[in-house]
C-alpha cells in the first residue's frame, strides 16, 4: 500500500522559514511528478509547487522567489523549503504523487495527510 508521509510543519514569524517534507512508500514502480498544494480556511485547495519527471518545476505566482521544491528520485522523497513566509502562506500543505504501484497498470495521484503551516506574529 502506497503512503505519502508529510514532516516539518509548524508556526513561525512573517519573515521566517520552515521546510517541508515528503516520503513516498510503498511497492511503487514510477512516480511521475511530486509536489505540494495547499488549502487555506476557507479556500479550496491550490497548487503550490509541482516537480515533474523531466525535472520541469511549476510555482504559483505568490511563492515564487520565496519557495523551492526539490525531489530525491532515488529516495522517493520532495522537499519544499519556504522562505520569507508570509500570514497568506499558512494554510494545510499536501504532498502529492502521481505515480505507479507495482502491480497497476496506471498512474494515479495519491495524496498525504496534511501538514499545518501558520504564520503569525
Not at 28 to 57: C, F, H, N, Q
Not at 67 to 89: C, G, V, W, Y
Request: charge should be positive.
Amino acid at each position: 500500500q502506497v503512503q505519502l508521509v508529510e514532516s516539518g510543519g509548524g508556526e513561525v514569524q512573517p519573515g521566517g522559514s520552515l521546510t517541508l517534507s515528503c516520503a513516498a512508500s510503498g511497492n511503487i514502480m514510477a512516480i511521475s511528478s511530486m509536489g505540494w498544494y495547499r488549502r487555506a480556511p476557507g479556500k479550496g485547495r491550490e497548487l503550490v509547487a509541482v516537480d515533474t519527471s523531466g525535472g520541469t518545476t511549476r510555482y504559483a505566482d505568490s511563492v515564487k522567489a520565496r519557495f523551492t521544491i526539490s525531489r530525491d528520485h532515488a529516495k522517493n522523497t520532495a522537499s519544499l523549503q519556504m522562505n520569507n513566509l508570509k500570514p497568506e502562506d499558512t494554510a494545510v500543505y499536501y504532498c502529492n504523487a502521481n505515480l505507479r504501484e507495482a502491480q497497476g497498470p496506471y498512474f494515479s495521484n495519491y495524496w498525504g495527510q496534511g501538514t499545518q503551516v501558520t504564520v503569525s506574529s
